[in-house]
């Protein structure tokens, strides 16, 4: 998979972002592939990952401090986990230029916008943001150019948002290959609880289930695992902190589809003890029609066993 | 990935494979790529299936009636659902040769033990197998060669068993790229509970929530399934039939493994509800050890998302 070639110039004079891990790494090379920024400033809080960013070359500027980041940049992206949005908003708020786009990337939009909104300043568009896309992996060097082609990034523009401000982040998304969609913070915190937290939780408490057994030995759970498991265990390698942070800021979404998911769970125990093949066999085919379209409108290929590399 | 070479000669007089689906039909390719047979037999109850193996070119000879099929058979090997085993083997019981060893691939080995104990006669070697491998696809052109290569297959002898039989079976196996390991039906049908039952009960589960919400559309679901939903589609599109059979004849241990789960699960989302962030973040990181050790065991890709083929 390609970007498209560079463009002729710039779409933004300077973008900053924050938080150099799978998704702001991402950017970065996105943005320096297309030409899309006139200045392109990195910033992260550990020592670290600054350094790393250095050596990858992934900015024309990784600047030491929140300020010097932000400093005179047109578009600032918080690439941070959801639970540290506040914090940073803090620390760079003092230091945004008037007319600045600040907009992030987490995973939860209502607890973000609030955090922005407490601690912003006037004059300054607030146009939170989530890319749905990544990987298992994490830090400076998982990210990579094309991760967002082709998948889709929602913003979640609070009431009376600049509409030039939405429509400028919209095409810088746009030209990172993603396509773009608009909701309300609210709706997508309950749509992202269905495809993606709810998910992600489920994996996480089947692993740990998994290795909890007495009767069944954590090497034999390893050993058998091609049986379906193994699936699992990729999104339940995810990064801890940000996870953490999702649920925490999505409370009540995830805690709604949770009750949704364990009654139908329920039920489906229910038909197994009560031989009930039938049930069983509808809801199976039922759900064989939803892979399908996942795969025909090109959000997922049709190799079977998602293409893994054997061997 | 490629099988080894053809050996010189073949390790089976006349294999006969009953039931030409997605394993059936990977044991046949195999067992061809590699040379195991001096006469490699199929039967399929479907006459489509019979005229597409014989396309296919499968085997030497596509049977027209299980008799045909298991007539003169060193080795059986009964590919069909679980819950059709029981008539597969009154089928074939009066045409069976004495001192065949008659054995199968389904998921669930308690269940077939019984079934065919209580039809094959006296004189046939009932050693019960299930190869830990397979695809989200069905049929006979869902087969491949190299699908059990590296995979492991679990024989489960009953008690008594005649060691030589044994060793032939699993030399079988062996040929077609397996690691094969034994044990009892009974734990067997636990490890397989928890590595492939439950998995599959789940992803089946939140595949079916996700699509009766009425507040998130199904075109939602699936536009946005990129942040972890799609991974389970992939086992909620497995064979309806076959899956049914497995959670009908492992009803104990399913249930068993479920109450765990489900328990596990609610003290997760009380940790929520009550925003023990620790609590979450242990379990997140134990997690990641689990994948961890299956990639090194050689289980699994390490490649960021399977190594999804992107565009």
Not at 5 to 29: C, D, F, H, Y
Not at 153 to 164: N, W
Not at 200 to 217: F, M, Q
Request: net charge negative.
């Amino acid at each position: 998979m390609v970007l498209d070639p560079p463009l002729a110039s710039p779409i933004v004079g300077r973008l900053a972002v924050i938080g150099v891990g799978l998704i702001g790494s991402s950017i970065l090379r996105a943005a320096k592939a297309r030409g899309l920024a006139g200045t392109l400033v990195a910033y992260d809080g550990a020592d670290a990952v600054r350094q790393r960013a250095r050596a990858l070359g992934l900015a024309d500027l990784v600047a030491d401090t929140p300020e010097q980041a932000v400093a005179d940049a047109d578009i600032v992206i918080l690439c941070v986990p959801v639970g540290a949005m506040s914090a940073v908003a803090q620390e760079i708020a003092p230091h945004l230029k008037r007319g600045a786009i600040v907009s992030d990337v987490g995973s939860v939009k209502g607890a973000v916008l609030n955090a922005l909104r407490a601690h912003l300043p006037e004059g300054v568009h607030i146009i939170p943001g989530h890319p749905v896309a990544g990987t298992e992996y994490s830090g400076p060097d998982a990210g990579f150019a094309t991760l967002f082609k082709n998948r889709w990034s929602i913003l979640t523009p609070p009431e009376g948002a600049d509409p030039a401000a939405v429509a400028r982040l919209s095409e810088l998304w746009t030209a990172m290959g993603a396509n773009v969609e608009t909701m309300t913070p609210e709706h997508h915190d309950l749509v992202l609880a269905i495809t993606s937290h709810v998910p992600h939780l489920i994996a996480y408490n089947i692993v740990g289930t998994a290795a909890d057994l007495e009767k069944v030995t954590q090497s034999e759970v390893i050993k058998y695992s091609a049986g379906g498991f193994r699936d699992f265990t990729r999104i339940a390698a995810s990064d801890p902190t940000m996870w953490r942070d999702v649920f925490l800021n999505n409370r009540e979404a995830v805690i709604e589809v949770l009750g949704r998911f364990t009654e139908d769970l329920i039920a489906l125990q229910r038909a197994i003890r009560w031989e009930q093949g039938e049930a069983l066999f509808d809801l199976f085919t039922r759900t064989r029609a939803i892979r399908r379209s996942i795969i025909e409108i090109g959000q997922e290929t049709a190799a079977p066993d998602f293409g893994r590399e054997r061997d």
